[in-house]
């Protein structure tokens, strides 16, 4: 095992460093300049849920819209912008990629990406025109965190 080594900050403006070993197995570490605001939007709440709680496991902050209305309010009331919008293609008030167009216009830096198990070519080719991924329905939790990390 390596040892890691960091360097901390303390009240007193001197810098210290302590080692420590490396962590056993997979473990993910979030950058501190890395997306921190998420909004996931899903109308099926064990998926929007289970989306949200392993994003917030790795270190994000995360919020949960059940609707597009819902993440519109939510999106242009936020005190800080969202870094990344994951969010469901069939909602109830919304079956197409206006959201995601509504979204990529109100949030033009953001990592946009598009959950959908009805996912055609030209699904995928709108969202790309868009700057969005395309994420299919079932995925591994590692797989949404790549398109993160990489979108950002």
């Known amino acids: ?12 403006n001197e ?3 302590e080692r420590h070993p490396a962590p056993k197995g997979n473990i993910w570490l979030i ?3 890395s997306p921190r ?10 998926i929007r849920w289970s989306v949200a ?9 995360v919020e949960q819209a059940p609707d597009a209305e819902s993440a519109l309010r939510m999106v242009t009331t936020a005190p800080m912008p969202y870094d990344v919008v994951v ?30 198990a009805f996912g055609t070519p030209d699904v ?16 591994e939790l590692d797989e949404l965190t790549r398109l993160i990390t990489e979108r950002s």
């Open 1 to 12: 095992m390596r040892p890691a080594t960091c360097a901390l900050d303390d009240d007193s």
């Open 87 to 116: 969010l469901d293609l069939r909602l109830p008030d919304m079956k197409d990629l206006s959201l995601l167009g509504t979204l990529r216009q109100l949030l033009p830096a953001a990592a946009l990406i598009l959950m959908t």
């Open 15 to 17: 810098k210290r460093t």
């Open 31 to 33: 950058a501190k300049n």
């Open 124 to 139: 995928f080719a709108d969202a790309a025109a868009m700057g969005a991924a395309v994420i299919n329905k079932p995925f």
């Open 37 to 46: 605001h998420v909004l996931v939007v899903d109308d099926e709440p064990l």
């Open 53 to 61: 709680e392993s994003l917030s496991d790795l270190g994000f902050d």
